[in-house]
Structures are given as structure tokens and as C-alpha cells.
């Protein structure tokens, strides 16, 4: 009342403040209104028109390198040229406008035409037959998008100087179910195309470039099985949101490091909300959630011997021999080199492989890591594991043991089992422990092995974990077979499978690193190590402060627990296979370092028991003083002549050869720091 009483009185200010406050008022009582009542349904119909999408961004995935740091594999930017189809939408409505407009005029002709026919004018429930329906309407627009976009392309390969074609289905797809997101039309441009690009077309054209990160592998087939493969697959990792309307392409880990380690080197996904209209076009985006890139792998492999055991075995038996090559650090259980032949690119599955190439890889069984997938008989290379079983046994091995003529053939020895004759590869005569070693006599080894007595045989068996796997790929590793005393000591089991055992045949499959394991234990002494494939793995920003994870070196899973005396005889005795001119692994000599070794060959017979051909073995350790490396290799042949020590010591050779020459070369650098 107070304020009512004040405006009586005869001020003409203050009743101009108040007529100011009142008009102000008043105009945003009217503002508020429009707002709320008059355009209410207007920024309904808006919000209506407009949703948002979720997108899945990829995050980077981590390096894979080897014990040095160099690169086997990482990620290079790769461009795409895409088409963004809200870009186009002006483009879309005049083409459309155009086909149309020729529509209804054609549809004017046909009305002209039937009226002239019936000479008379066509009534309106007549002239609704002549009308486009629906289906004819997003035909037109369909058809309309499709020549603006093959006109677009068209355009861009005559400026890149190749063709760049649409698929019709492909592309109505996209635009029916991802408008939002960039179509790409042409992959992996080279330099030139991109600097054309960029030369010639401008943002607001229609078509971009759009920033991607490729897998590559610069070395190419080299360690291929050790490092796995991708295939391609954008679903949510483990942690990850897992509802997205849209995903942008990614990929996952299959066999190998790849598959192994898969969501270490994969990292953690990002996502950004898009805007659209209610025609589904982009209207903004904004990223809320930044992907993690993944973590590097370093591995224990030195790239150097890895190439080196590669190039040796294309150059002895060609790039499609079935082989397998394993080297290890006797003291630690690194894996310093494993080649799996016939091998294959990585490359060609991270960039999408060919039918044709895929087809090939499965007519050699390329994909199959030999090294670790694969069983085989191990053949006289055993022969380590029946001596030692005997020497613990008390074999003397200064004892000849007489080797009989076989009447066959004079030349080479056999011996009885029961009714059973076993041919022996050895000349018949005296042998000791040594000869008998080197010249790998099957009498002598069947002999001893069944005094010594199949429990002792199984009892050191198990002790190098034969039938167990090593733990290297959860997902691509066999345990192969190994008896259990169960089995041995069961009615079932005669003397001629004991037999068979003694050569390394019959009920028993190895892998090629079961085999580096068990030459590693009697190298080091007798401990049977788990062997280690990754180092360590680190983030791949050093600067992020978080700490790499390391996987313990040298590790040991059990010891022999045989006397040392037993080891030294054994290993004097695979210095001999080498050095000695009558032993049978002489090709893998080395000037300057003792190699000591053990040559095998295993039958390969079909479901007939026909030969059809052997598995090649070579078992080694060096040098003898201070043993450091163990290097086995195992080639698959058909070719009925051949030997462990003709066809796989020559391949140890060069590899032994390539590690000498490292260790000089280090030596060298460190002489010439000091």
C-alpha cells in the first residue's frame, strides 16, 4: 500500500521507474508465454527429430617387439577415402528432383496417351493408377543416391588414376543403417593418391580422408606362428560398454602373441556420442570417453637368430618344408628363435586375405605351428632319456655290449625282442656306452633300456614333463603322449613296447619345445625350466610413469634329480655325436664352439603301416664348457633316405654360426668402449 501511495504522489520520476519495471515485466510475462505455449510444440517436434548414437572408437593397439626393441609389430596410419553421405544430401534432393520430374512427365505421356485411346478424359479414380507409389518413390531417391555417389567416385578415381567402384547393395545398406557414419569407398591410399587428393578436392566436398590405424608386420613372414594373427572383430572387450549403435572397425587376436595377449595389446575402447536428425544425418559428435591405447609385448626372441634360423632352413630345404626350429637359453628358458615352415604373412590377415591365399595356407597347413602343435616321434633323439635312465640304473659304460649281424643284411646290426626282429642302423661289432651313443645303436639302447626297466624309463620321462605342455600358448600348443606307469606296468604292455620306447617310437609324441626343454635340463645340470616366450610388458607411453610387468626369468619346474656323473657321461658322449669323425651329427660342427648333439630319425607310417615317409631330428646344446644355447630342429620328409644328421645338423650349423658371430661382434663393441 505503501508503494501504491507513493506513486499518487505528483513525481513524474518516479512514475517513470515504474512504468519502465512494469513494461519490462510485461515483456518477459510475454516471452514466457510464447516460449511455453505458442512454440511449446515447435521444440517438441525438434527434440523429436533429433537422437543421439553411440560409437565405438578402437583404442591403439600395442607393439609387439623383441628382446632388443626392435619392431614385429606395430601400428601405421592408414588412409581411407570415405564418402559423407550428410555432405550430400543437397546432391541427393536435386538428383532426385530430376528423375522426378522425367517420372511425372512420362506419367503425363501415359495419361495423354490412354485418354487419346479411349477418346475421352480420364476420371480421378483413373488417373490414381498413373501415380508413383511408395515403393517407385524410394526406388527414385534410392537410384538418385546412387548416381550421385557413382558420379562422386567416378570423379575421385579419374583424379587418383584408379578405378574406384560402388557396390549398389553395399551402399544402400549403409545408408539405410549407418547414415551417420563415413562410407568408405577406396582403402589404404599411397602417398601419391593422398597428395592428389588433397590437391585437387576441398572439405565440403562430398568425400574425405579419414585417419586409420593399420596393423602391420615389418618384417613380414618372419616369426609369423610366434606372433599369431588378427581377425577382424569390433565387439566389446571385457570392461567395455557394451551397447553401441554404431563400431568403427577393429580387430582381435586369434593364435599366438596376438591371441595370448590379446587384451593387453588391444587396450580399452572409447566412445563418442553423434548427434542426428531425424533423416538419421550427422549433426555434431563429441567424444566422452577417450580409448586407452594398448600395452607393448616385448618378447624374448632376438630377431637377428630368429632370420638366421629361417633363411637356413629355405636355403637347406625350400620355404615349404614342414619343419621346426626352437632355440632356447639353457639357463633361463628364454626362446631365443621357434620357426614353424611352411610359414605365412601376417600382413595378409590384418589387410584381409584372399580367398586364393587362404586356400593355399590350408592346402599346406601353413596356420599349424609345428613347433608347438604338432606330435611327433621323437626317434633316437629319446635315446638321451634311455641313457639316462640306465647310467642312473648302474650301467657301466665302459661295458661292451656285442651288436649281432643282421643275416639279411651283414652290413648293419639287428637284435631279437621275443619273437620280434628290430633292425639296427649300426654295423654289428662291440660297443661301449660311446660308440654306442654316437653311432645311435638300436640293440645296444633296447638292451640297456630294458634292464634298466620301463618304470625308471617313465619315472625320468615325467621328470622332464613329457605329456605336459609348457605353458607357452594356452591356445595353439599340444601336450603330446608320454606313457603313465599305470599303463607300463599293466598286463597289456610287453617288452616289445619297451622296445619300441628305447628308439624313440611307439606310445610317445614330443613337440619341438618339449624337446629344447629336455636338451636345456641336461645342459644346465638337470633343471627342467618352464621356458619363457615375453620378457615383459610396458605401456607404450614411457612417460605415463606406469610400471612394466615382468615375467620371472629361469624358473625351474623340477629337477632331474639324476647323479651328476650320469649328466657328464651324457654329455660327453653328445660332444662325441659331433666332434668325432664316426659320429652321426658332424655337419653341425662349429670352429670356435663345442656343439653337442643328438641326431634322431622317426618312422611315419599311414593307418596300413606303411612307410611313408620320417621326421628328421637334431637335439643340441653348446658350448660344452659352459653351455648357453639348445637348438633343435625337426624336418618332415618323405624322402625315404636321409638322416637326422645329413638333412637338420646342417641347419643347427648355420644357426650356431650366427650366434658365434653375434657374440664376437658384442665382444668387439665391448672391447671398443673400454
Not at 316 to 328: D, F, N, Q, S
Not at 357 to 381: C, F, H, M, V
Not at 519 to 545: F, H, M, T, Y
Request: proline content about 5%; some cysteine.
Amino acid at each position: 500500500m505503501l508503494i501504491f501511495d507513493e506513486l499518487k504522489k505528483n513525481d513524474p520520476q518516479l512514475r517513470l521507474v515504474a512504468m519502465v519495471l512494469a513494461g519490462g515485466l510485461g515483456i518477459l510475462l510475454a516471452g514466457l508465454w510464447w516460449v511455453q505455449i505458442v512454440s511449446a510444440q515447435e521444440y517438441k517436434s525438434h527434440q523429436e527429430t533429433q537422437a543421439y548414437r553411440s560409437v565405438r572408437i578402437p583404442a591403439v593397439r600395442g607393439k609387439i617387439l623383441d628382446r632388443e626393441g626392435r619392431v614385429l609389430a606395430e601400428n601405421r596410419p592408414r588412409y581411407n577415402l570415405s564418402l559423407y553421405l550428410d555432405d550430400l544430401r543437397k546432391p541427393f534432393d536435386t538428383a532426385y528432383g530430376q528423375l522426378r520430374k522425367q517420372a511425372l512427365d512420362a506419367q503425363q505421356h501415359a495419361i495423354a496417351a490412354q485418354e487419346k485411346k479411349l477418346g475421352r478424359s480420364l476420371t480421378k479414380v483413373e488417373r490414381k493408377q498413373f501415380a508413383l507409389t511408395t515403393a517407385q518413390i524410394q526406388q527414385l531417391r534410392a537410384q538418385s543416391r546412387l548416381s550421385v555417389a557413382n558420379d562422386l567416385a567416378a570423379q575421385i578415381g579419374r583424379q587418383l588414376g584408379q578405378p574406384v567402384p560402388l557396390d549398389a547393395k553395399n551402399f544402400e545398406r549403409a545408408y539405410q543403417t549407418r547414415l551417420a557414419m563415413p562410407y568408405p569407398i577406396l582403402k589404404n591410399l599411397n602417398e601419391v593418391q593422398i597428395a592428389r587428393f588433397e590437391e585437387k578436392f576441398t572439405n565440403g566436398f562430398g568425400a574425405d580422408l579419414e585417419l586409420q590405424a593399420a596393423r602391420v608386420y615389418p618384417s613380414g613372414a618372419t616369426a609369423a606362428h610366434l606372433l599369431g594373427y588378427l581377425r577382424s572383430d569390433d565387439s566389446s572387450a571385457e570392461g567395455e560398454e557394451s551397447y553401441f549403435s554404431y563400431r568403427l572397425p577393429d580387430y582381435r587376436g586369434v593364435v599366438g602373441i596376438e591371441g595370448g595377449f590379446d587384451a593387453k595389446l588391444r587396450g580399452m575402447a572409447g566412445a563418442e556420442s553423434v548427434l542426428v536428425n531425424n533423416l538419421g544425418y550427422r549433426q555434431s559428435e563429441n567424444i566422452w570417453s577417450q580409448p586407452e591405447p594398448g600395452h607393448n609385448v616385448v618378447l624374448t626372441i632376438d630377431l637377428n637368430l630368429q632370420r638366421a634360423a629361417e633363411n637356413s632352413l629355405v636355403l637347406h630345404r625350400g620355404a615349404e618344408a614342414k619343419a621346426a626350429i626352437v632355440v632356447m637359453d639353457v639357463r633361463s628358458g628364454d626362446v631365443l628363435a621357434m620357426v614353424s615352415s611352411p610359414t605365412f604373412d601376417p600382413n595378409d590377415f590384418a589387410q584381409g586375405i584372399s580367398q586364393d591365399k587362404w586356400d593355399r595356407l590350408q592346402q599346406l597347413s601353413a596356420e599349424k605351428n609345428r613347433a608347438t602343435y604338432e606330435n611327433y616321434a621323437p626317434g633316437s633323439i629319446f635315446k638321451t632319456v634311455i641313457a639316462l635312465a640306465a647310467l642312473e640304473n648302474g650301467l657301466d659304460p665302459s661295458e661292451v655290449f656285442h651288436v649281432h649281424a643282421n643275416p639279411e643284411n651283414p652290413a648293419k646290426g639287428i637284435i631279437y625282442v621275443g619273437k620280434r626282429s628290430i633292425k639296427d642302423t649300426a654295423p654289428p661289432g662291440d660297443y661301449d656306452f660311446r660308440k654306442a651313443f654316437i653311432h645311435s645303436s638300436n640293440s645296444y639302447f633296447i638292451t640297456n633300456g630294458l634292464r634298466a626297466g620301463v618304470e625308471n624309463i617313465i619315472r625320468i620321462g615325467k621328470k622332464f614333463h613329457l605329456g605336459e605342455r609348457t605353458g607357452l600358448f594356452t591356445n595353439q600348443e599340444t601336450r603330446g603322449n608320454f606313457p603313465s606307469l599305470p599303463r607300463v606296468i599293466s598286463r597289456a604292455w610287453r617288452d616289445g613296447d619297451t622296445a619300441n620306447l628305447c628308439i624313440g617310437q611307439g606310445e610317445l609324441a614330443v613337440t619341438p619345445v618339449q624337446m629344447a626343454v629336455m636338451v636345456s635340463a641336461i645342459a644346465n645340470g638337470g633343471k627342467v625350466l618352464w621356458p619363457r616366450i615375453v620378457d615383459r610388458i610396458e605401456p607404450q607411453d614411457p612417460a605415463s610413469g606406469e610400471m612394466a610387468s615382468r615375467f620371472p626369468a629361469g624358473v625351474v619346474r623340477d629337477e632331474l634329480g639324476v647323479h651328476p656323473r650320469s649328466l657328464k657321461i651324457l654329455r660327453d658322449a653328445m660332444r662325441d655325436d659331433v666332434s668325432s669323425s664316426e659320429g652321426t651329427g658332424t655337419a653341425a660342427a662349429v670352429e670356435g664352439m663345442q656343439v653337442c648333439g643328438k641326431t634322431g630319425t622317426a618312422q611315419v607310417q599311414d593307418a596300413s603301416n606303411k612307410l611313408t615317409g620320417y621326421n628328421f631330428w637334431f637335439a643340441s646344446f653348446a658350448p660344452y664348457e659352459k653351455p648357453r644355447y639348445a637348438i633343435v630342429v625337426m624336418v618332415e620328409s618323405t624322402d625315404l633316405h636321409g638322416s637326422g644328421g645329413s638333412v637338420c645338423a646342417p641347419i643347427a650349423h648355420d644357426v650356431y654360426e650366427a650366434i658365434l658371430k653375434q657374440e664376437n661382434a658384442r665382444a668387439g663393441k665391448v672391447l671398443a668402449r673400454n
